[in-house]
């Protein structure tokens, strides 16, 4: 995004309703603290705890530390926005900003896809789990994600920095986003438009065949089972991550499908804040109130808190 005259953007929020301003601090703060202590709870306690040492568990304590990756680069910012009243953000924070919230974003796909695959190891191929996934596997999928959420980002954002901003320095939007900059640009944003689209398509289409296939193979065998007990505990190793990729594609899907043009703007900035502050907020609740290891691990946590305390 090549800067012409423009050195500063302006961003215009949520809503320009001041009473509304209040009510949004609020949800936010809490949304985006209670993301924060969910999901840090839950990678201190897989570095904590000996029984949280599988590769399940390793995903999810980098699944975690990306959801903090991706709530903190654009919430904060918001908030000292509503709190302040200064609305204005620096071009190289800007462009900061979106590439860090789409690389999170990104990566977070690729790494759903390598969870649902671990998942499918373990139902499928139980004898074998252990050797399939040992931690130089974990370590090299979970390299491959970022990797891949780099390469992905790469194009798009190596166009976007040759747009060149010359009259409207509005963004009507909470943070700084590739469709809402695109709108201000004076540059031809055609070739932009159809790199992202290329991008996000191959994105989803890689990413959901990966996972549908694993739950494909994942359902077969679960319904070999002899036993209904055992059927119930398998899908129950499932059930939490089944959740979290219906929010997560179900919300992406819903973006690209709006109505009409009118509502594109509204719609997209609410779907936005709801993807960035309440989904990392509920991702840790989702494993762990249906998980029985981590409200074990959990529990155990508070009590050696709680000892300790009594102990000073």
Not at 27 to 51: A, E, K, R, V
Not at 122 to 132: D, F, Q, S, W
Not at 186 to 214: G, H, K, P, R, Y
Request: glycine share 2%.
């Amino acid at each position: 995004m090549r800067n012409a005259t423009i050195t500063t953007f302006i961003l215009l929020g949520l809503t320009d309703d001041p009473q509304l301003q209040v009510p949004i601090f609020i949800f936010l703060f809490i949304t985006y603290m209670l993301s924060l202590t969910g999901n840090l709870t839950i990678i201190t306690l897989t570095f904590m705890d000996p029984h949280l040492k599988t590769p399940m568990y390793f995903f999810l304590k980098n699944f975690s530390f990306l959801e903090i990756s991706f709530t903190s680069a654009c919430i904060p910012r918001y908030l000292y926005n509503i709190a302040t009243g200064d609305q204005l953000i620096t071009y190289t924070a800007c462009v900061t900003q979106v590439f860090f919230t789409d690389l999170c974003a990104v990566t977070e796909f690729f790494l759903l896809a390598a969870m649902s695959y671990d998942r499918y190891v373990a139902i499928c191929k139980p004898l074998h789990y252990v050797t399939i996934m040992s931690s130089r596997v974990c370590r090299i999928l979970i390299t491959s994600c970022w990797m891949a959420g780099l390469c992905v980002l790469i194009p798009p954002l190596s166009v976007g920095l040759n747009l060149k901003f010359c009259d409207s320095n509005k963004i009507d939007h909470f943070g700084c986003d590739a469709f809402p900059l695109m709108k201000i640009t004076c540059s031809d944003t055609w070739f932009m438009e159809q790199t992202i689209i290329i991008c996000a398509v191959l994105t989803l289409n890689i990413t959901l065949t990966c996972v549908v296939l694993s739950y494909t193979y994942i359902i077969k065998t679960i319904f070999r089972f002899p036993t209904v007990q055992q059927k119930k505990k398998a899908f129950s190793t499932c059930s939490s991550h089944m959740i979290v990729v219906s929010i997560t594609y179900g919300t992406c899907i819903f973006i690209y499908m709006n109505p009409t043009a009118k509502e594109e703007v509204t719609v997209n900035k609410v779907v936005s804040l709801l993807i960035s502050s309440v989904s990392p907020t509920l991702n840790p609740f989702i494993y762990t109130l249906r998980n029985n290891q981590v409200k074990k691990a959990f529990k155990y946590f508070i009590k050696r808190i709680a000892l300790f305390s009594c102990k000073r």
